[in-house]
Nanobody, 119 residues
Framework: QVQLIESGGGLVQAGGSLRLSCTAS????????MGWFRQAPGKERDVVAI???????YYADSVNERFTISRDNAKNTEYLQMNSLKPEDTAVYYC?????????????WGQGTQVTVSS
């Protein structure tokens, strides 16, 4: 069983930055595909960014070149650096982990952290 604990959400003005962190319990963090998803009110949960265990990354078009996903396997932690934030980035952000294709199947979810971007 893996527990994912997120931190770093909050309120920021448009154009500002935030960094989210997600720390995982358990072993073999480096073998997990890790990701960030978000869910805005009245909308489905969508992928934001993925950090594959092999080292490559994936970004949704809406955040590409503004957000950066990274991971520190020694600390069992992944990060999401969010720059040039827009009001439409407002959502609850969820950390996710999977040993399978994380875009198809998430094994573990964090509790979520609220990000609110004011205009």
């Amino acid at each position: 069983q893996v527990q994912l604990i997120e931190s770093g959400g909050g309120l920021v003005q448009a154009g500002g930055s935030l960094r989210l962190s997600c720390t995982a319990s358990g072993r073999a963090f480096s073998t997990y595909n890790m990701g960030w998803f978000r869910q805005a009110p009245g909308k489905e949960r969508d992928v934001v960014a993925i950090s594959w265990s092999g080292g490559s990354t994936y970004y949704a078009d809406s955040v590409n070149e503004r957000f950066t996903i990274s991971r520190d396997n020694a600390k069992n932690t992944e990060y999401l650096q969010m720059n040039s934030l827009k009001p439409e980035d407002t959502a609850v952000y969820y950390c996710a982990a999977s040993r399978r294709n994380i875009l198809a199947q998430v094994d573990y979810w964090g509790q979520g952290t609220q990000v609110t971007v004011s205009s």
